[in-house]
C-alpha cells in the first residue's frame, strides 16, 4: 500500500481498501446476523394479533360410523374403478 501512495505521490488520500475473502465473508455474516436480531426485535415488539372466534356452524353435525364410511368407499372405488 505504502508503494501505491509512494508512487502517485498523493499522501493525503486514504489508501485503497482490499476487499479479501475473509473480508467479505465476515461483513455479509455480521450484516446476517444484524438483520436477524433486528426481524427478531420486531416480531416482538409487534402486539398479537386478536381474531374474532369463528361463527357456529348452520347445520347439525352428523355422526359418522368409521366402518360403514370404509365400505362404501371401498365398494365406490370397485364400482368406478379407481
Known amino acids: ?4 501512495k509512494e ?12 476487499c479479501s475473502r475473509r473480508r467479505i465473508l465476515k461483513g455479509s455474516a455480521a450484516l446476517l446476523v444484524g438483520g436477524i436480531a433486528g426481524r427478531m426485535s420486531n416480531a416482538y415488539a409487534a402486539p398479537a394479533p386478536t ?8 347445520w347439525k ?15 365406490s372405488y370397485l364400482e368406478k374403478k379407481g
Open 7 to 18: 508512487e502517485s505521490g498523493e499522501e493525503g488520500r486514504e489508501e485503497a481498501v482490499v
Open 51 to 58: 381474531f374474532a372466534p369463528a361463527p357456529p356452524l348452520p
Open 1 to 4: 500500500m505504502k508503494e501505491l
Open 61 to 75: 353435525w352428523p355422526r359418522l360410523d368409521p366402518t360403514e364410511a370404509g365400505r362404501r368407499a371401498y365398494r
